[in-house]
């Protein structure tokens, strides 16, 4: 007699059917939103040929892609980050703002040499990123407070700070809503992608090198996979969830200052296409790995990209931000039905 | 009117829609599902709302609506975090990229408009005639009566009084022996889920058919992220978290007078406010009083999904 079958659940699942049941989520994903498309009456095949046209036929398109690529690889690596040691920072969009608006204080009042004011606008998107982590990180590692609400209620905060100085104190009399340009810029080398580029490569390529090899890495994953058996080791839990998290910040906040410094020149509100909430679909994707991120975050640049070419047909941001809602929920439904495998009893 | 009365008449109006989130999202944590996607709900629920009285100019219409909506979303999400026991953080933020992206992509055709028909106030006899609270309170929509009184005392009792409350509560708190005495489990938790989500929609809905009364891109404003939070700030009880809501009504009330009144505060700043408020709320009791932890325990089994199987 055959056995019976019954599903089991195995404790950890095959990183190959893992990515297999992304790939799905992502193509279902895509598919339901052509579907939907296709009921508002516009025609799903024209529009996708659009897009890979308007992204890959011609040079303006792969610079649109490679300037979107730079803050949602640095996004995308700070939520992978604060992941490791088993923190949520869902602010990233905050510190973004954050570093964008340390930055361009910099940019806009510091007189000297443009390399001297880029380096240290560099410094100032750093460093007013962890700024903006630091109470939610504080509160998390002394009083156990639940950092996903707390770096997320800033991000309002620091939105509504930047559209303050932008419409006000530091506003250009000419623009409005927007400051006056800022003095020193990123130089491009390709087109309209600036060093921005391999700088935010380089970031991952070294935040994920340490965290795989490094001592300090090792035990930040530690940390990050059981606290009590770290602390039982001897590891300094506490510090480790303080560096990491305010490295969390600073890499979003370093964002902020590249997309200030090398794409939008100025500070105004409704700089950030929602990178920082993007950013945590990015870190999903990725699940850790350097090359994850850049991967991941390819693929998420060429969606808002197809977005922003979209617009003509009633796309929007928001648009992007429901499809990749989708993606996300697709993808976590799938990273669990990865763990099943179905089982032969012997009868 | 006075300084005073319409502080607390923006209170009770803001303060509602809050209250009703959070009461929303007391359910699903008391069954131990974290529900991050309040936010979205809230979206969908505002669009709902707006969208149907334009159509039926009936605010009952726009209200039930929207907590159809919002059971759907809800059921979806329990499908995913209860059935499937896929990750609730991830399925959360997901629901409420999901439900802030879809009602702002569809409310482009609806924005700036106001609602077609919204909540007329009820002046309750008699008690309507108090200096400030009368106002303030009883005359209000009808709506504030059933969110500030109705529903956490019914609530309340439910949870607390009531063997079903005791079941429900247990499958929160160790749903292994919940399950090992014949509760059903996953009933429960998706029922639970499901009905929150239905509030958080509604509380969506309450925004734009009473406190703003129009629909426009941003309108939900993080309210359904301090409405989480407040569910904390209430240690997951009705009551609490209904007067938490006031409480940020207020809040939000003085940023409100402060610019009609000009206050020499710009108004950017004032409306920090409510977020920076919703920080101090939930940190500085937990640093303070090392107390107020146990007494502020969430249910033991929140965020974590339950399998049958693997016990």
């Known amino acids: 007699m055959a056995g019976s079958l019954r599903l089991q659940r195995l404790p950890s699942a095959s990183p190959g059917i893992v990515l297999a049941a992304r790939a799905a989520a992502i193509v279902m994903a895509l598919v339901f939103a052509g579907i939907i498309l296709a009921m508002t009456g516009a025609n799903p095949i024209e529009l996708a040929s659009e897009v890979v046209d308007a992204s890959f036929g011609s040079s303006f398109g792969m610079e649109d892609l490679g300037v979107l690529i730079i803050p949602l690889i640095l996004t995308g690596l700070s939520v992978a980050v604060a992941q490791q040691i ?111 580029l391999p700088i935010a490569i380089l970031a991952a390529l070294l935040v994920t090198g340490l965290l795989a090899f490094s001592r300090w890495g090792y ?38 200052m590249l997309e200030i410094a090398g794409t939008v020149h100025r500070l105004q509100g409704g700089i950030s296409n929602n990178y920082g909430y993007l950013g945590i679909m990015v870190a999903v994707l990725a699940r850790s790995s350097a090359v994850g991120v850049i991967f991941s975050a390819a693929l998420m640049a060429f969606i808002l990209n197809s977005g922003i070419i979209l617009q003509t047909q009633g796309l929007t941001t928001s648009t992007v931000l429901a499809i990749t809602g989708l993606i996300l929920f697709l993808t976590a439904i799938g990273d669990e039905l990865a763990h099943y495998r179905i089982a032969r009893d012997k009868a | 009117m006075d300084l005073l009365t319409g502080l607390f008449t923006t209170a009770f109006l803001a303060g509602g829609v809050l209250a009703l989130a959070a009461l929303g999202e007391v359910l699903a944590e008391r069954v ?71 009602a702002s992509t569809i409310g482009r055709a609806y924005s700036g408009m106001p609602a077609r028909a919204t909540f007329a106030p009820i002046e309750v006899p008699l008690l309507s005639k ?140 004032l409306s920090m406010l409510p977020y920076l408020g919703t920080m101090a709320f939930i940190i500085v009791p937990v640093l303070a009083w090392q107390r107020m932890r146990r007494i502020m325990a969430a249910p033991a089994a929140i965020g974590v999904p339950y399998y049958r199987d693997l016990r």
């Open chain 2, 32 to 102: 131990g599902v974290v529900n991050l996607g309040v936010e979205g709900l809230m979206a969908i629920g505002a669009l709902t709302a707006i969208a149907a009285v334009a159509a039926i100019p009936s605010p009952t219409i726009g209200f039930l609506s929207a907590l159809a909506v919002g059971a759907l979303f809800g059921a979806l999400f329990a499908f995913a975090t209860v059935i499937l026991r896929a990750n609730q953080v991830l399925c959360g933020l997901a629901l409420t990229l999901m439900g802030s992206g879809i």
């Open chain 1, 86 to 196: 088993g923190a949520w920072n869902i602010g990233a969009e905050g510190q973004f703002y954050a570093g964008a608006f340390a930055a361009a204080a910099v940019g806009l009042f510091v007189p000297g040499p443009p390399a001297l004011i880029l380096a240290l606008m560099f410094v100032a998107g750093l460093v007013g990123g962890a700024v903006w982590i630091l109470v939610p990180t504080l509160a998390r590692a002394y009083g156990n407070v639940n950092e996903l609400i707390t770096t997320l209620l800033l991000n309002f905060v620091a939105i509504l700070l930047v559209y303050f100085v932008a419409t006000n104190a530091w506003r250009d009399k000419m623009a409005n809503s927007a400051t006056p340009r800022l003095s020193a810029e990123i130089p491009e080398f390709w087109g309209s992608i600036h060093w921005g």
């Open chain 2, 130 to 269: 108090i200096p400030v609270i009368g106002p303030a309170f009883f005359s209000q929509n009808i709506l504030l009566y059933l969110i500030f009184i109705v529903l956490p005392v019914g609530l309340s009792y439910l949870m607390f009084r009531t063997r079903h409350g005791l079941n429900l509560r247990a499958v929160g708190e160790n749903p292994a022996a919940a399950d090992a005495a014949g509760i059903p489990v996953t009933l429960i938790r998706f029922a639970y889920v499901t009905a929150g989500s239905a509030l958080a929609a509604g509380a969506g809905a309450y925004l734009t058919l009473t406190f703003v009364p129009s629909w426009s891109d941003g309108v939900v404003a993080g309210r359904g992220w301090i409405a989480v939070a407040l569910v904390i700030f209430a240690g997951y009880r009705p009551i609490p978290a209904v007067l938490s809501g006031l409480l940020f009504g207020f809040i939000t009330a003085l940023g409100f007078v402060g610019q009609a009144r000009g206050w020499p505060i710009a108004p950017a700043f």
């Open chain 1, 219 to 256: 035990e930040v994953r530690l940390v990050g996979s059981n606290p009590s058996a770290a602390n039982y080791a001897g590891v300094p839990v506490r510090r480790h969830l303080i560096t990491v998290m305010l490295l969390s910040g600073a890499i979003a906040g370093l964002a902020g």
